[in-house]
């Protein structure tokens, strides 16, 4: 054992600084209170702190932070989606990604790995012909691609899945396509905010919300009563109890989304890759682990359970794509709760509620979303006015009748 | 394994079911505002709670409505559509 180690194992205080502050009591009164201590929360903390001086802001967690979806997706960030609103904002958001590493001063072990979306079908050829270009029109690196390229980057790929199932005829190639260590981002924004003034707690449920003549007055925690004029929820897979505390109505359904880890392997696959047709996506993580996720659960449920018919069915498309894999074990298996809209847009900005602000709706897409969210939520809530980024996602285009039809880009989820 | 029960055929595997969304009532289509309807087609009930659904079971085609807690995944009871007026 190392000498520095076995010294650093008998110090009684460990020289590592705690990543942020655990206040002890709720204020009386905030200027902003945030309901979710996901990655969106804490961005929306952090970018208020840091783009509009607002910092009496509270955070409040009712478990600990990035235990929601943050913690639990896997970790896709790509911006090669299917409409110029959803493009635009996911692009703003991988911008804000590649350096924010060095913005929050910590590894986030952001990686481009090159993002493939198999075709197995020429109806799904056509429409990522439609994506790519979409995506060229808007400055998107993103391409068609046929067999022989995808084989030359990824070797160890079965085209023919081994006859169990269409073969791949040809690919969406997004080389800008990451992956990152999603705690760290939660972290990271929780810290930056943190340090700016901003109160995080966790262990704080809200249980309801004080709106008086249409206007919000406070929210009421297990832990107290607080006054504040401004509330955001950024609750995802909560919303829906969310929304019941201010009599909204949304489109949102709750459907579990599973995913799970097999035991690590030395690095041989960079590239991300995504089957349509077979619900499935597949990276390698920086500690071997291969990750894969599939479709969300078939019927509306608000649990994390997880099923061995997941396990069972994801594994045998596992081994369609990567037949080697056979022996492989899996780890471990988890499930999260995806907020669904009927367009696979998000629903973002101000409601009809003064004072309540939304970020929802972020299904089995968000996580790639979570710098550009915060960003643009902590400007509509310090100025009151929609960021231009968001406009199209206003929960009201569900009554003029406005969708934005992201169907295309994201049936699979990630 | 999960056992839903088809009010026809009894209780068999949930993977020979499908699930066809919350039991809604349609305004009437002349009288209701733009307002009312677009609350219809789009708006749900995806609250906590027990909710009456629509399954379908694969098999033998038949619908029928499900109450349902969808916190607890528990289904309180079963029965076809013209049977849910009498409790
Ligand atoms: C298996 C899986 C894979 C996924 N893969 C991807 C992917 O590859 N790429 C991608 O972009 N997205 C992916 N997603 C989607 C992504 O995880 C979510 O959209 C995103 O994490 C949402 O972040 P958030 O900060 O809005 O919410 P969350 O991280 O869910 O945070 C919400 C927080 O609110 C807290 N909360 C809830 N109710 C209350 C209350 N009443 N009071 C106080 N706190 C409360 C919860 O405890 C939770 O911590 C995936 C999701 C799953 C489940």
Known sequence: ?414 | MKILTCPVNGPRPIQEFTYGGEVRDMPCPDTSTDTQWADYIFNRTGEPGVRREWWHHGPSGVWFVAERDIIGDNVLKTYLWSARETP
């Open chain 1, 1 to 414: 054992m190392p000498l520095n180690l076995l010294k650093f194992a008998f110090r009684s205080d460990y020289g590592e600084p705690r990543m942020f502050r655990r206040p002890d009591r709720l204020r009386e009164e905030y200027d902003v209170v945030i309901i979710g201590g996901g990655g969106h929360g804490l961005a929306a903390a952090y970018y208020l702190a840091v783009e509009h001086g607002i910092t009496n802001v509270a955070v409040l967690e009712k478990s600990y932070i990035g235990s929601g979806g943050t913690g639990r997706n896997t970790a896709i960030v790509r911006s090669n989606y299917l409409t110029e609103e959803g493009a635009r904002f996911y692009q703003a958001s991988v911008d804000l990604f590649r350096d924010l590493s060095r913005t929050l001063d910590l590894n986030l072990f952001y990686s481009e790995r090159g993002h493939f979306t198999m075709a197995h079908s020429l109806a799904s050829l056509r429409t990522q012909r439609w994506r790519a270009e979409v995506n060229k029109h808007l400055g998107i690196d993103s391409q068609e691609v046929g067999p022989d390229f995808i084989k030359e980057k990824i070797p160890e790929i079965d085209l023919t899945c081994g006859g169990h199932q269409p073969p791949i005829c040809g690919a969406l190639y997004h080389p800008p396509g990451a992956i990152a260590r999603h705690d760290a981002v939660a972290w990271g924004y929780a810290r930056g905010a943190d340090q700016r003034g901003c109160e995080i707690h966790q262990g704080v449920s809200v249980t309801d919300i004080e709106v008086r003549d249409g206007a919000v007055t406070g929210v009421h925690t297990d832990k107290g009563f607080v006054k504040t004029t401004r509330v955001l929820s950024a609750v995802a897979g909560w919303t829906t109890h969310i929304q019941k505390m201010v009599g909204l109505r949304s489109p949102l359904v709750i459907h579990p989304l599973q995913a799970l880890v097999t035991e690590p392997l030395k690095p041989w696959l960079n590239a991300i890759v995504v089957s349509a047709s077979l619900h499935t996506y597949i990276s390698q993580s920086s500690r071997g682990e291969l990750v894969a996720g599939a479709s969300l659960d078939p019927y509306e449920l608000i649990s994390m359970r997880s099923t061995l018919d997941f396990a069972e069915t994801m594994a045998g498309h596992m081994m369609d794509l990567f037949p080697f894999l056979g022996d492989i074990k899996i780890m471990r298996q988890w499930a999260g709760l995806c907020d669904m809209t009927p367009d696979f847009s998000p629903i973002m900005g101000t409601t009809a509620i003064d004072g309540f602000f939304l970020d929802a709706g972020w299904g089995t897409w968000g996580f790639k979303a979570t710098p550009i969210s915060g960003y643009a939520m902590a400007h509509t809530i310090a100025t009151g006015d929609n960021h231009d980024l968001i406009r199209p996602f206003n929960l009201s285009r569900f009554s003029e009748f406005d969708q934005v039809g992201e169907k295309g880009a994201a049936s699979v989820g990630h």
